[in-house]
């Protein structure tokens, strides 16, 4: 006799970003940290946004304890946090690169120079630069690039809240100028509807025609177009 036993797996409660890495750093003396985030990189049409926020030292921030990575958050959410980080914060920037710049210089510098467009931008000049994934050689401001910093780290977890409200406010506005790509809803991501609006119309001019589906569907006029579209889109459909 076989008895199937159900066994309920809890998905593991993700820690709410912290202050560990900003505290240390004030140890040492620094006093204006920007944590700095991007989103938009794995888009196929639309710019690039870095955010870049500075809070203040020796402060606990409980308004901002519902603060996540912006991908783990409802858009009302971010909404309202956008909010409170910019009342919180003693500076916020953000960076932008247009589609077209991407296309010349790719995507990873493109980001890059988002970063570094934040970082100046900010209305006090940061001494110590806490970056999700990247680092930034062009500044010479001290810094640290921390894998999965936006989960970890909570000025970098706020900067990816304001560049992803910004981002999406930017698209928003795209949608009205090139309404029928849906981008309004997927934000230029590689949805299902984002695809089949692209095979449909072609790419428009906010597109990104380095990317390889918007290449593959650009240029071809061939009977195998739809086979490398619904190829394209399994590659990147819901991708973020």
């Not at 750093?25 to 985030?37: K, N």
């Not at 953000?94 to 931008?121: F, H, W, Y």
């Not at 309004?184 to 695809?195: E, I, L, N, R, V």
Request: charge should be neutral; charged fraction near 25%; include cysteine.
């Amino acid at each position: 006799m076989v008895v199937l036993l159900k066994i309920k797996i809890n998905k593991p409660v993700l820690e709410p970003p912290n202050l560990v890495e900003e505290k240390e750093l004030g140890s040492r003396g620094y006093r204006f940290i920007a944590g700095i985030d991007e989103v938009g990189r794995g888009a196929l049409a639309g710019p690039v946004v870095a955010a870049a926020v500075i809070l203040p030292q020796f402060t606990d921030f409980s308004r901002l304890g519902s603060v996540r990575e912006s991908k783990q958050i409802s858009p009302d959410k971010r909404g309202f946090l956008f909010g409170l980080i910019e009342e919180e914060a003693i500076a916020i920037s953000v960076g932008i690169v247009a589609p077209e710049i991407i296309d010349s210089i790719g995507i990873l510098n493109a980001t890059k120079i988002a970063m570094c467009r934040a970082v100046e931008q900010l209305a006090c000049a940061p001494d110590f630069l806490l970056i999700d994934a990247l680092t930034l050689p062009q500044l010479t401001t001290a810094q640290k690039g921390i894998i999965k910093g936006d989960r970890l780290c909570l000025s970098i977890a706020c900067a990816s809240i304001i560049a992803k409200v910004t981002r999406d406010r930017i698209m928003l506005d795209i949608d009205k100028v090139y309404p029928d790509y849906g981008l309004a809803s997927h934000k230029g991501y590689g949805t299902k509807q984002h695809f089949h609006c692209l095979y449909q119309l072609g790419p428009s001019p906010v597109h990104r025609y380095s990317f390889s589906p918007v290449k593959e569907i650009s240029t071809s006029n061939s009977q195998d177009a739809n086979d490398r579209f619904t190829k394209s889109q399994k590659r990147h459909d819901n991708h973020e």
